[in-house]
Structure formats: structure tokens, C-alpha cells
Nanobody
Framework: EVQLQASGGGLVQAGGSLRLSCRAS????????IGWFRQVPGKEREGVSC????????YYLASVKGRFTISRDNAETSWYLQMNNLNPEHTAVYYC????????????????WGEGTQVTVSS
């Protein structure tokens, strides 16, 4: 059974940093898209950052480029989102997810989702 467990959210002041982790079990994601998504109340879920091994692309939402960095560990069981210089606009529930090759960072293309982790940035 595929399971994704996201963690690392919390309350941080503007300018601070957080590192989100997603631990996967039940499959190896070497050939699958892995990524992070976020959702705020009243808005649609959106892709924040993804790695697509099929085309060797790393995707970032324009507003987080230069602030956020996605990475994966060598054992291929977890991936991370390092978030630096946070501001209140980054407040959201963050989800990790995985999808088929070439899915890019499409919300509707992801097959499996972890439970969200809340990130709150105070001003």
C-alpha cells in the first residue's frame, strides 16, 4: 500500500525557514513525479515544486523560485521542501504527492497524496 507522510510544518515568523519532509512507503518513486502542493481556504490546490525524472525537469511555482528548494534523498524514500525567507503569503496547507512520469506538477495528474501539513507565517 502506497503511503505518503508529510511533516515539518509549523508556525514561523516572516523571514524564517521551514523544511518539509515527505516519507514514502509501499513503493519506490525513482521513475515517478514527486512534488509539493499547497492549498489555502477558498482557493484551488496548486503545484509548488516538483521533480519529474522522465524529462529531468524541476518545476517551481514562479512566486517561490529562489526561496524554495525541492530535494530527494539517496535512499529514494523521502523528499523535502526547504522554504526560506517565508512571508505570510506562504501560509497554506502543504501536501506531498506523486504521479506518473511526465505529469509535471499537475494537481490532477497526481496519483497519491499525503495528508497536509500546515505552514503558518506570521508578519
Amino acid at each position: 500500500e502506497v503511503q505518503l507522510q508529510a511533516s515539518g510544518g509549523g508556525l514561523v515568523q516572516a523571514g524564517g525557514s521551514l523544511r518539509l519532509s515527505c516519507r514514502a512507503s509501499g513503493f519506490r518513486f525513482d521513475d515517478y513525479v514527486i512534488g509539493w502542493f499547497r492549498q489555502v481556504p477558498g482557493k484551488e490546490r496548486e503545484g509548488v515544486s516538483c521533480i519529474d525524472p522522465a524529462d529531468h525537469n524541476t518545476y517551481y511555482l514562479a512566486s517561490v523560485k529562489g526561496r524554495f528548494t525541492i530535494s530527494r534523498d539517496n535512499a529514494e524514500t523521502s523528499w523535502y521542501l526547504q522554504m526560506n525567507n517565508l512571508n505570510p503569503e506562504h501560509t497554506a496547507v502543504y501536501y506531498c504527492a506523486t504521479g506518473p512520469p511526465l505529469a509535471s506538477c499537475g494537481v490532477n495528474q497526481m496519483n497519491f497524496w499525503g495528508e497536509g501539513t500546515q505552514v503558518t507565517v506570521s508578519s
